[in-house]
């Protein structure tokens, strides 16, 4: 079977994927065998041909099923690009055909341009799902989680947004009137490079705030921030804590500055943006904006707190370091302002 096959290789030109094609050697499994298995030394990645996998780690004494697996699906590029251990376990739950390549293979597939730019997004996305959620307590002593917000998180985001006061949506989106699914699906589908979330979560799993930054493509070397929290959660520091959060995820990023828009009324946020030490300044008619330097947002966070949020995000926001060395390669996903 020819790569061009394979969605990953989708438009390529069969010139560009000669070394990889070489590099890559075909390998077929039985239902029930390992093609990887958790704890060993991460030396090789697979594409999948045919046939269907399943992706599982080890929690606290149980096997948690990540991943399902099926044709054209890559797998085990995270060790690869990571710690070189592997996190997680793979067996065949059909026959599986694979293509299997070594560390100079990797390397002929990041050089094609377009894949490498796919697999940025396969690798972020795979890292957010995989991520723990981060406990933090807020000044009054109760226990939230702080994770990425994952495209699981789609129905109840929706949900939260549509049931939201007037005036909420208002100060949220800059117009009473209810975001359409597209729109609110936009915010969703996110690349965890150009555009990432955090939500934080009540130990029984509700939904109680989001924070999320934008990178639009115009001002390369800003980040635009938006955030809310559920109206039953607010004046607990909740905002305050996710602006911590979303300024550790910018400096992992490499953004020295956050900027945010608000309408004049919205006193919440600019008692937040005041409390953060921002500049302000007009914008559209009605909007102030304000810039906050990223230190200072991670210096709204305890240390510890900090610390915990950087090592679940650094290699999220890098894409396990493609992200950073990839300099001139437009990623695939459009990025648009914030609505
Ligand atoms: C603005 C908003 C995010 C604040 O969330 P929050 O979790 O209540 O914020 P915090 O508890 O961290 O409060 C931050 C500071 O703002 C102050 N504050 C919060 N709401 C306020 C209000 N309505 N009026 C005046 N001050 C307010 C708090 O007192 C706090 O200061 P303090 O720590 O010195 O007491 C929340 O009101 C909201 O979701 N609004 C709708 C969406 C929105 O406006 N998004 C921002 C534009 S994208």
């Not at 890559?24 to 298995?37: Q, S, T, Y």
């Not at 994952?150 to 975001?179: C, G, I, K, N, Q």
């Amino acid at each position: 079977m020819s790569l061009l096959e394979l969605p990953l290789f989708d438009g390529v030109d069969a010139v560009d994927l000669a070394d990889l094609a070489d590099a890559l050697r075909p390998r077929r499994l039985e239902a029930g065998e390992v093609l990887m298995a958790e704890g060993t030394a991460a030396e090789i990645f697979a594409i999948v041909e045919s046939g269907e996998a399943v992706v599982h780690t080890s929690r606290d004494g149980d096997t948690v099923e990540l991943a399902r697996l099926g044709r054209g699906d890559i797998v085990g590029e995270l060790g690869l690009l990571i710690d070189g251990t592997r996190t997680s376990s793979v067996a065949a739950t059909s026959d599986l055909d694979v293509l299997v390549g070594d560390l100079d293979a990797f390397e002929a597939l990041l050089a094609v341009p377009t894949v490498r730019s796919r697999l940025q997004l396969i690798v972020s996305r795979r890292l957010a799902v995989n991520a723990r959620p981060v406990p933090i307590e807020l000044r009054d002593g109760t226990t939230v989680l702080v994770r990425p917000l994952l495209p699981t998180d789609r129905e109840r985001h929706h949900e939260a947004v549509w049931s939201a006061s007037a005036e909420t949506l208002r100060f949220r989106f800059f117009t009473s009137a209810r975001p359409s699914r597209r729109i609110l699906d936009y915010l969703i589908d996110i690349d965890y490079v150009d555009h990432f979330a955090w939500i934080c979560l009540s130990t029984d799993d509700e939904g109680i705030g989001i924070i999320r930054y934008v990178q639009p493509r115009e001002r390369p070397d800003e980040v635009e921030v938006a955030f809310g929290t559920d109206e039953g959660w607010q004046r607990r520091g909740i905002a305050t804590m996710l602006l911590g959060a979303i300024g550790v995820a910018a400096e992992e990023a490499g953004y020295p500055e956050l900027v945010g828009y608000y309408v004049n009324d919205n006193h919440g946020s600019e008692a937040l943006f005041q409390k953060v030490g921002a500049r302000f300044a007009r914008s559209e008619p009605g909007v102030r904006e304000a810039r906050v330097a990223v230190d200072a947002a991670v210096a709204l966070l305890g240390s510890s707190d900090a610390e915990a949020l950087r090592a679940t995000v650094a290699d999220i926001v890098t894409a396990g370091g493609l992200a950073l060395t990839d300099a001139g390669t437009p990623p695939d996903v459009p990025v648009d302002p914030l609505p």
